[in-house]
């Protein structure tokens, strides 16, 4: 096990009706003037913005509202965003919906706390000294930036999807109400299962040895996630199911399934120049492109593989042969997705046909421009890269 800081600061508030705290959490936090920031329209038709303004009204808080934010979320709403709350004085952003939104009050958050422009923190250039105070609202179950240091922000014009982490950014509270996501379409829950699943197998993929409480506590997430999205895809207001799988998106990305070893993330950095470039839901992007990163890298270590094949997927060990164990592990996650229909492959997505060009592109943006390796399990070059896009396109390799 090596050295770790384990800071989860959110305070979460988890269950039926909470929403209706949400004015009074703010006023503990010290808010007055609060942005609510939110989506396209889920949250307006279900009548949640609604009981917000009503909470806040009751809480005594002046507020402005900003809609509009479009999954892989967009760099010029942030902007306008980060315009609108110095004119009006905000204090508090208040983000009502999934991780676009959530991302998108960060970058704002980030924005009116600094002089210069907010998309230097994204590109690398600059780094944050202060954020303001979050709070979230939770939709969907899936990329547990609720919980998160992180923000993932695309630049429209030239499709550069980034990340900016920092532990400044995480939400001050996060409501969780399960029977929020009663309403999501199967195709986003199933999105968000994948998603959950993955920000734990990606710290799972490692190469440091004993952290086997780590281990245990991430198998048994995964399991939980496994079995209870097979649940809501079957019945979507199952409170219950919806309970865990909420629960289990924001412990899965707020680091404890990742205590005391390195994390890989090679999976989700490929994937961001795909979702950013093809405009594909995040889950959908990872399920297209995990079953090819996986074969690539598994003879790294086969054992590990297998271990997740046997604790995770209930496949039986082969002893002889564990390469096999670990490929028949690969294929039964690949046969999960299919079955709470998520795609396998870049072809399944329905982006159409891309080119050696365009993966080649992918590529080198992925290791801005020869700039990094991408992952930690193995370290992947944009040789390596453009390998796993090729396999998940169904295109010849080598
Ligand atoms: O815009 P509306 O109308 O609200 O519709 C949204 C959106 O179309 C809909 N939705 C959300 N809650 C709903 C609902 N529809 C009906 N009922 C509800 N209760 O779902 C769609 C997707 O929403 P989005 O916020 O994009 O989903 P998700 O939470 O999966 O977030 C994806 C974004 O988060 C980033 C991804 O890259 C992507 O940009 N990530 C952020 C991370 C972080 N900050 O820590 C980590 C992740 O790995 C990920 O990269
Ligand atoms: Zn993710």
């Known amino acids: 096990m090596i050295n770790f800081t384990y800071h989860s600061p959110t305070k979460v508030i988890f269950g039926r009706q909470t929403e209706e705290t949400v004015g009074d959490e703010i006023v503990k936090f010290g808010g007055q003037k609060v942005l609510i920031h939110y989506g396209g329209q889920s949250a307006q038709k279900s009548g949640l913005l609604d009981r917000i303004r009503g909470s806040l009204k009751n809480a005594g808080l002046r507020y402005v509202e900003l809609g509009g934010v479009q999954p892989n979320p967009r760099l010029a709403l942030v902007r306008e965003g980060i315009a609108l709350s110095r004119r009006e004085g905000v204090d508090f952003f208040l983000a009502v919906g999934g991780g676009s939104v959530i991302d998108s009050a960060k970058a704002i958050a980030y924005g009116v706390s600094h002089d210069f422009d907010v998309w230097d923190l994204f590109c690398g250039k600059r780094a944050a000294s202060k954020c303001a105070p979050i709070g979230v609202v939770l939709t969907i179950a899936a990329s547990g930036s609720e919980t998160s240091y992180s923000s993932v922000i695309t630049d429209g014009d030239t499709k550069l999807k980034r990340s900016y982490n920092d532990d400044i950014a995480r939400p001050k509270f996060a409501v969780m109400n399960p029977e929020l996501t009663f309403t999501l379409p199967p195709y986003q829950t199933a999105c968000g299962i994948v998603d959950i699943l ?9 190469n440091i040895r004993h952290a086997e409480l780590t281990d245990r506590i991430a198998e048994g997430l995964m399991v939980t996630v496994l079995e209870n999205g097979r649940r809501v895809m079957k019945r979507p207001e199952d409170y219950d199911a919806r309970a865990e799988l909420m629960w289990a998106g924001s412990l899965s990305h707020n680091g404890l399934t990742g205590t005391g070893r390195t994390g890989d993330f090679a999976a989700h950095q490929i994937e961001h120049e795909l979702s950013g470039m093809f405009e594909v839901a995040h889950g959908a ?12 890298v598994c003879r790294h270590d086969a054992a590990r593989f297998a271990r997740f094949a046997v604790e995770v997927m209930g496949c039986k060990m082969n002893y002889h042969d564990p390469e096999q164990t670990a490929m028949e592990g690969i294929e039964a996650l690949e046969r999960y997705f299919t079955d709470i229909g998520m795609p396998i492959s870049i072809p399944q997505l329905g982006i159409g046909e891309i080119s050696d060009a365009q993966i080649e592109e992918m590529a080198e943006k992925c290791t801005f421009y020869g700039k990094r390796t991408v992952g930690q399990f193995v ?20």
């Open 198 to 206: 993955m920000h734990t197998m990606e710290r799972y993929f490692t």
């Open 285 to 296: 992007g990872l399920a297209a492109l995990w079953g090819s990163w996986a074969r690539y």
């Open 379 to 398: 370290k992947l070059e944009k040789t390596g890269i453009m390998e796993i896009y090729k396999l998940a396109a169904g295109k010849p390799i080598g």
